[in-house]
């Protein structure tokens, strides 16, 4: 059974940066389209950005005025999300979201989440 | 940049009773190759959002029948035939037909 399992919780400094990470596991990692999708505090859903392993395709939304870095290991079925020069308005839950790129069929399997908190 | 409307943003239901969500596209989310790519996610309280609903309606795996999305070009719907407990949660669209992805700001339904 396909499982996209992130790393755990952040604590971090304004201007600073942060990685969150999403391994794959049990599903055609070959095969994917990855989503890295932000909640803030009692709000949303956020698209960030997209990235296609297999194709090395990566597109952003131009809200993070490229602030946000998404990359793949192939190798390790593991994608990563880097976002940079951190504010509070940062502070949310950060998920990872896959789906099949040649049979869409939605983002059909969720990451847990990773919580990112921004304070001084 | 296509932009989601969804309506209402709450939505109060009697147990057994029908409810109905809309969502409309700035821009018509049919694809060349006839598909509507817009889908529908149930997030409930303090878990990740799950997939419900996609190309518009077809349901996901494990979806229970009494789901159901509907609509084509820019409008939609989510109807859900007989409202229980368990369907309590935050309902988004979302376009998929081209990048930025973009989803609706959500609609709250909660049991009267």
């Known amino acids: 059974q396909a499982q996209l399992v992130q790393s755990g919780a952040e604590v971090k400094k304004p201007g600073s940066s942060v990685t969150v990470s999403c391994k794959a596991t049990?599903?055609?990692?070959?095969?994917?389209?990855i989503s890295w999708v932000r909640q803030a505090p009692g709000q949303g859903l956020e698209w960030m950005g997209r990235i296609i392993p297999n194709l090395d395709i990566v597109d952003y939304s131009q809200n993070f005025q490229g602030r946000v870095t998404i990359s793949a290991v192939k190798s390790t079925t593991t994608a990563y999300m880097e976002l940079t020069s951190l504010r509070s308005e940062d502070t949310a839950v950060y998920y990872c979201?896959?789906?099949?790129?040649?049979?869409?069929?939605?983002?059909?399997?969720w990451g847990q989440g990773t919580t990112v908190t921004v304070s001084s | 940049d296509i932009v989601m409307t969804q309506s209402p943003p709450s939505l109060p239901v009697t147990p057994g009773e029908p409810a109905s969500i809309s969502c409309r596209s700035s821009q018509s989310l049919r694809h060349s190759n006839g598909n509507h790519y817009l889908e529908w996610y149930l997030q409930k309280a303090g878990q990740s959002p799950q997939l419900l609903i996609h190309m518009a309606s077809s349901r996901a795996s494990g979806v229970p029948d009494r789901f159901s999305g509907s609509g084509s070009g820019t409008d939609f719907t989510l109807k859900i035939s007989r409202v229980e407990a368990e369907d309590v949660g935050v309902y988004y669209c979302?376009?998929?037909?081209?990048?930025?992805?973009?989803f609706g700001q959500g609609t709250r339904l909660e049991i009267k």
């Open positions: 979302k376009q998929a037909l081209q990048t930025p992805i973009a």
């Open positions: 049990g599903g055609p990692f070959n095969r994917y389209t």
């Open positions: 979201a896959s789906g099949d790129h040649y049979n869409y069929y939605g983002m059909d399997v």
